[in-house]
């Protein structure tokens, strides 16, 4: 829980409020409605290590010249005891502190203390949060798109759970509705074409074509035979969407966990549908004034629901006429609820019956018109789905190989699969290149995710801690073991190296929390990247092997706690940090 970082723009803050106190104290500067001094980490850390703008933000306030303040706060600030050993003034008013070895030895610290436990923190302790994703169809296999979102939203959920947050994981599994009652009817017509000939059975036009259709009905003929050629259409139907699911289900689950991923709940739609709740969610909506009929059906009000949010932010009467919104449907003619009326109920649910705080989905980017029309039917309900449901909107996946496209498979000659993919490539490289920025269309090269050296990011990340594994085995071997960090001196790590190491260790609480804040696991891909080529860097720059004993057992603690970092984000995103390569 200790974040260095933190801990100094909290104190170079403090000092500069310090100092103007003081300097009100004296007259060199008037009172004045100032409240903070903003700290950040300069781009350019040649002339300091952290910055405060207070005098640039304070001068309108107090009517100073920005570097006139800068001075005054400069001649009235003490450092004694902080982390600094200096202050200094730069361009038109910045106030730059320097780091002395108390900081550097304090992350240090904060590693060997906390372990395992290094880089979390308690910012959303108390928060009960849901995490949804991948919930594909059951009716075939996971495709590309499963495989991104099923590392996003599984990383995002450790993330979240660094951040001190309860999270659960869950897919919504869609075994009602259109989709199970075409996939009924694919798998029927298969089945009958295995009985009386294909010539002699027509199959749906919007049926699915896959292989994996025909595998289910000769399955099912295998072990059953024609049992099913004269009993009622909607009972064959229903047997073999049964049967269909009772193979799928199974196989995703191994798919997912194969990919590191296992769920702490699988909710069925069915199961909405059954007790009733997605009729009285609809009875809800329609009690309090959002539904009408026509045609038969029962529509939801979602144009005058987004309207009414829409203005609420600010938006003009003639901007949103523009938009064209629609009302949905939430019954049809025929009684059966839609897919909208069932998602409804789902995340009520989620919010009234099992009270999560907040809830994060992660969709594909071709689902954004679904967000606004889900939180606005939320918010007609009086759940505040515009503040309390998230979505997490994923980009398009290109496969190349070699820096060409992929688009089959050559076992099934359809898209690839995420089972496919994994037989191709390790489960830690998937997981590192499906962890990319959500919003962004990414592109996934199977020749480079398989490379064994520094341009392939996952490659150079986990060398970098099997190297240091080595290094600690040869050094075992001749006696010499990573010393506690009371009998290590850590003033003689002063270099260029060493140092930028040490801030990089630092840097990995900070990460952690914007992660959870952007809701972008991939800053922790990026950080490890980083991380990486700092300890490449040191390790070259520093011997260690055969150094003088003090520089030796320095530089030795300095190599395990980056051996730490580097296995606490590989774990934060389900990869492996292998001991030798």
């Not at 300069?42 to 703008?53: E, I, R, S």
């Not at 108390?126 to 994703?133: A, C, N, S, W």
Request: charged residues 25%; hydrophobic residues 40%.
């Amino acid at each position: 829980m200790i974040n260095m970082i933190q801990n100094a723009k909290d104190q170079a803050a403090a000092l500069a409020m310090a100092a103007y106190q003081a300097a009100v104290a004296d007259g060199t500067l008037p009172q004045a409605d100032v409240k903070t001094a903003p700290v950040e980490i300069p781009k350019d850390t040649a002339n300091g290590d952290f910055t405060t703008t207070f005098a640039l933000a304070a001068s309108k306030a107090l009517r100073q010249p920005p570097r006139n303040i800068a001075q005054a706060l400069l001649d009235h600030m003490d450092l004694t005891g902080s982390y600094f050993t200096s202050a200094e003034i730069a361009g038109p008013g910045f106030l730059n502190f320097r780091l002395d070895d108390s900081w550097y030895q304090g992350v240090l610290s904060a590693v060997e203390s906390e372990g395992d436990d290094y880089g979390t923190n308690d910012g959303l302790a108390g928060k009960k949060y849901m995490v949804e994703f991948v919930s594909a169809n059951p009716t075939g296999p996971m495709h590309m798109g499963n495989a991104r979102g099923g590392v996003l939203g599984d990383t995002l959920a450790a993330v979240l759970t660094a951040c001190g947050a309860d999270v659960t994981r869950e897919f919504y599994v869609n075994d009602a509705g259109h989709q199970i009652d075409k996939f009924a009817h694919s798998i029927e017509a298969r089945y009958l074409q295995i009985i009386q000939g294909e010539e002699n059975v027509p199959f749906p036009e919007d049926g699915y074509q896959g292989g994996d259709i025909r595998d289910l009905a000769q399955a099912y003929y295998d072990a059953h035979g024609d049992k099913l050629l004269n009993v009622p259409e909607a009972e064959r139907q229903e047997t073999l969407a049964q049967f269909g699911l009772s193979v799928n289900l199974p196989k995703m689950k191994t798919d997912l966990q194969r990919y590191k991923i296992n769920y702490d709940n699988w909710f069925y739609e069915s199961a909405l549908h059954e007790s009733g709740y997605v009729a009285e969610t609809v009875d809800m909506l329609t009690e309090k004034g959002w539904t009408y009929e026509k045609d038969g059906a029962l529509w939801l009000r979602t144009a005058d629901i987004m309207r009414e949010n829409l203005l609420k932010a600010g938006k003009k009467e003639k901007d949103i006429e523009k938009l064209e919104l629609k009302d949905d449907v939430l019954r049809r003619a025929n009684g059966f609820y839609t897919y909208f009326a069932a998602d409804i109920a789902y995340h009520r649910n989620k919010f009234a019956v099992r009270g999560f705080d907040k809830v994060i989905n992660i969709w594909g980017a071709d689902h954004h018109g679904h967000v606004a029309r889900l939180k606005g039917a939320l918010d007609a309900l009086g759940l505040n789905g515009s503040e309390k449901l998230d979505i997490v909107l994923m980009q398009l996946v290109k496969l190349l190989r070699d820096g060409e496209v992929v688009r089959m498979s050559k076992r099934t000659g359809k898209a690839i699969s995420l089972s496919d993919l994994l037989d191709e490539v390790s489960v830690d490289a998937a997981r590192w290149y499906f962890n990319a920025k959500p919003d962004t269309q990414m592109e996934f090269d199977l020749g480079l995710a398989v490379r064994e050296d520094s341009e392939n990011p996952i490659y150079y990340v986990e060398y970098a801690h099997a190297r240091i594994c080595s290094l600690l085995r040869a050094l075992a071997e001749e006696g010499v073991t990573v010393p506690a960090q009371a009998d290590v001196d850590m003033t003689l790590l002063t270099g260029e190296t060493e140092q930028a190491l040490i801030k990089q260790i630092a840097q990995f609480c900070e990460e952690v929390k914007l992660s959870a804040r952007d809701y972008d696991p991939s800053h922790i891909n990026r950080y490890l990247q980083e991380l990486a080529g700092c300890f490449h860097r040191f390790y070259n720059a520093c011997r260690i092997k055969g150094e003088e004993p003090k520089v030796q057992a320095a530089r030795l603690k300095l190599a395990d706690d980056t051996r730490v970092v580097l296995r606490n984000g590989l774990k934060l995103i389900g990869v492996d940090a292998p001991e030798k390569m």
